[in-house]
């Protein structure tokens, strides 16, 4: 590889989901290398739905690394991404592309700098787990570009590094995050339990809940939470190792009920022990609230869930409904309730957008002629406006790399990314 060889630019494109935890992560023991206080377990969104796509591009005429995220340039310079690089880069291996002609050496990568493009097929930033998909995303995509042997735990383990969650989103399907042991954090790495296939009647709604005000971020909020949470001291000595196991059992059994009671029992406690933080931290909002009494309601009404409910650092709701007939009926609850502030059905529902005619509700009628549902107890408050949008989405497949060079979103002639 010398100065006067030809240019040349090396690029790959990967995709990877964003996932949700029914066992939350919340509480580092150590902050730098993002090693958790508990083991975690999430389900992995479908990528069609909710997913990063990500080009990496490397050329000796590349005089530094730069980044551009949804079109827009960002900063590289955070430590986050700068363990991602550093850690691929460490393990990157000999590439040979006979048809370019372009041949790179181990050691060479150390001096090759790459340029990354991100584009996320869902609001970024807004609570629906962003970071997990993106960084999980650069570390597989990169991964490839450099050859990195393909070993998943590692690259969770890395990708762990830029951001905790992100470590699960290297597998599909059911996936836990083991915390480990190692003060080096060698053994903090994901590993999937099953697939997406070994589920998939499971149907999942999100709504996602208008919010003004500023949330504290999870990373600083569960630095908080440590520091002055005498009750995470007990959620994550006492109460996850022994929840961590019953929920590999109802995985793997597809026991709805007790997968149900799980996942809404975590997710208060999560919530608890935000609000055991001093000064406290409230996620939730009235709206959130509100769900969590529907699908409370609905459940005791049946006598067995037929919903289960989760919430992360914001109000957004995560329904997981048991089959696609409970979630025509949860979606008519939803939207019983929350109508939509626009006329404009189909802009309220995003992502498996089938659902709304499997519900019945073709048109803004439908929803108005939706009877109460028989649990609720008159008067039947609505609150139009309240969600701004609902996300139908499923358990879903890990990353995996894009070969059609029309998805790459760095132009292969300039280096730089497409349209900017
Ligand atoms: N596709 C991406 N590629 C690389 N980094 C990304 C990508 N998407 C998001 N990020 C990083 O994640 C940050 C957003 O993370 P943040 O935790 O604020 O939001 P979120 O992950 O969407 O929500 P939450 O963590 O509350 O669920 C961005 O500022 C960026 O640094
Ligand atoms: C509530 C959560 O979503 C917290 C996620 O925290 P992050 O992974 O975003 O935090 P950092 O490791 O500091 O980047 C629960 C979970 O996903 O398990």
Redesign the pocket.
Known sequence: MGATEPQWVLMATGRSPT???VI???G?RDEAL?LPVND?I?VTLDPDHLSATTTVAASPSFPSDRMWLNGKEIALSGG?FQSCLREIRKRARDVEDEKKGIKIKKEDWEKLHVHIASYNNFPTAAGL?S??AGLACLVFTLGKLMNVNEDYGELSSIARQ?????C?SIYGGFVKWCMGKNDDGSDSMAVQLVDESHWDDLVIIIAVVSSKQKET???SG?RDTVETSPLLQYRAQTVVPSRILKMEDAIKNRDFESFARLTCADSNQ?HAVCLDTSPPIFYMNDTSHRIISLVEKWNHSEGTPQVAYTF??GPNAVLIARNRKTATLLLQRLLYTFPPQENDLDSYMLGDKSILSDAGLQSIADVEALPAPPEMKAPNQKFKGDVSYFICSRPGAGPKVLTDESHALIDSATGLAKGV
């Open positions: 996932n949700i935890a939350k992560y919340w580092k993002i975690s999430s986050r787990a970071s997990a830029g951001s905790g969650s992100a699960r971020s999870s990373t569960m999560f992360d650092a």
